[in-house]
């Protein structure tokens, strides 16, 4: 039986065979492990895009419907369906297509699509409990419509534990950070030579945690509080009707803005209806038309990938600019290291808590080895400084940002085989 490991992420996906090779799934593109977890659905064909290809062709014609970051609405019991074109999708059709995608995409590779597989998923879908578990089962539907006979779950800090496990050549107890794009997953575990490629690990793991910090919320402090204001946030409109009685941008509007992966619902009759009196009398007219050009002419994906492209260059160099130009939207925003670290400093104070309350829980495992960070965001400096304060420069490591989990989940699939199997 044909087997792999499959990340399913909010912004890429990618799928690892038992040897822990990543798969070129994207082929022609610049990181052809790396599939974009995309759709786009346009206006004059029948076809659905997914990966690259729809990113290509919304970039053509953005008339259609492009959906991304659906990883992000498998917990939420309100986001069961949307109508696309006349059409209602369920969620798990959504997932699906990717998944299915995926999966033909590794069989182009292999020979044959594989029929068993373990899938990522973080250690918390969601706080409560209910929540979490629709998100499983909905992520299990996708993967049988999809294709997959024999599903299996493992937790991504797991996962990318597995990954770095790969080149011990001792015992460690080890701290492994996995940054998505959605949530950030903590695990403690044992690893080592002798342990290596056991079926059931559920002994080792010492603890694990997650929190809903991600690549896209770091994205989203830069939206907030540079960019924001260009879009309408602080300036007022007239009510119709009503010439003396003016009103503040509904705070309803402006956060969604922050969110890039709920941009392509934000496009509602009643939104259009608001967007238009704000074009007739706002009190900063080029605000509103740069608003009302960004949701009518479905320009927040072109937007968002220049606030993640501004945030990786902050990474490298201690300022950047912001430059967008696109319909009667023009930004050219300088921003330092030290303004976005500012910005972003609630959400490092809950990723120290967070952290700090996995090591209480698990106080007496013994003295940390090694912490493991893995995902975009570990890239961020504050956030490796985070932990470089708190254990040692020497006892930090990193691996490939993008492809540590799908190597791990890879290498789990040994437990395919196994009646011990580890599940989240």
């Known amino acids: 039986m044909q087997a792999c490991g499959l990340d399913f992420g909010t912004s890429n996906t990618a799928a690892a065979l038992p040897d822990g090779t990543v798969l070129p799934i994207a082929p022609d593109t610049a990181e052809p492990r790396l599939f974009r977890s995309v759709l786009f659905f346009p206006e004059d064909e029948r076809t659905t895009y997914a990966g690259a290809p729809a990113i290509t062709r919304y970039l053509e014609d953005n008339a259609g419907r492009f959906i991304q970051s659906v990883k992000s609405f498998l917990h939420s ?30 069989g182009a590779q292999t020979g044959a699509p594989p029929e068993a597989v373990i899938l990522g998923r973080p250690a918390v879908f969601s706080p409560e409990p209910e929540a979490d578990a629709l998100a499983e089962q909905r992520l299990r539907k996708a993967a049988e419509l999809a294709g997959f006979t024999h599903i299996q779950f493992l937790i991504e800090p797991i996962a990318a534990a597995l990954a770095y496990e790969a080149q011990l050549s001792r015992e460690e107890l080890v701290l492994v950070a996995d940054f998505g794009a959605g949530t950030t997953d903590l695990t403690l575990m044992r690893l080592g030579p002798s342990r290596r490629g056991r079926p059931d690990r559920k002994a080792d793991v010492v603890g694990s945690t997650g929190v809903r910090i991600g690549g896209d919320r770091f994205d989203a402090e830069l939206m907030r509080h ?124 809950e990723l120290e808590q967070c952290t700090q309350g996995l090591l209480e829980r698990c106080a007496g495992a013994g003295e940390i080895d090694a912490v493991f960070l893995t995902g975009g965001s570990s890239q961020i400096p504050a956030v ?41």
């Open 77 to 106: 019991r309100s986001f069961r369906a949307t109508q696309v074109h006349g059409r209602t999708w369920t969620i798990e059709e959504l997932v699906a297509v990717l998944l299915r995608r995926v999966r033909e995409a590794a």
């Open 226 to 349: 540079k960019l924001l204001p260009r879009f309408g946030a602080g300036t007022t409109y007239r009510v119709r009707g009503l010439s003396d009685k003016r009103l503040p941008v509904p705070q309803h509007v402006m956060a969604k803005l922050l969110s890039w992966h709920e941009m392509s619902f934000i496009r509602e009759k009643s939104t259009q209806e608001l967007l238009q009196l704000m074009l007739e009398s706002s009190d900063k007219p080029e605000t509103a038309e740069a608003l009302y050009d960004l949701v009518m002419e479905n320009l927040g994906y072109r937007l968002f990938r220049t606030i993640e492209a501004t945030k990786v260059q902050l990474s490298r160099e201690e300022e950047a600019t912001l430059d967008f130009e696109e319909a009667r939207i023009s930004l050219h925003e300088r921003i330092t290291r030290a303004e976005f670290e500012s910005f972003c400093q609630p959400l490092l104070t």
């Open 384 to 424: 490796r400084k985070l932990y470089v304060d708190r254990f040692g420069e020497a006892r930090v490591r990193t691996a490939d940002a993008f492809t540590s989990v799908a190597e791990g989940l890879g290498r789990a699939c040994v437990s395919l085989v196994s009646p011990d199997l580890i599940n989240s």
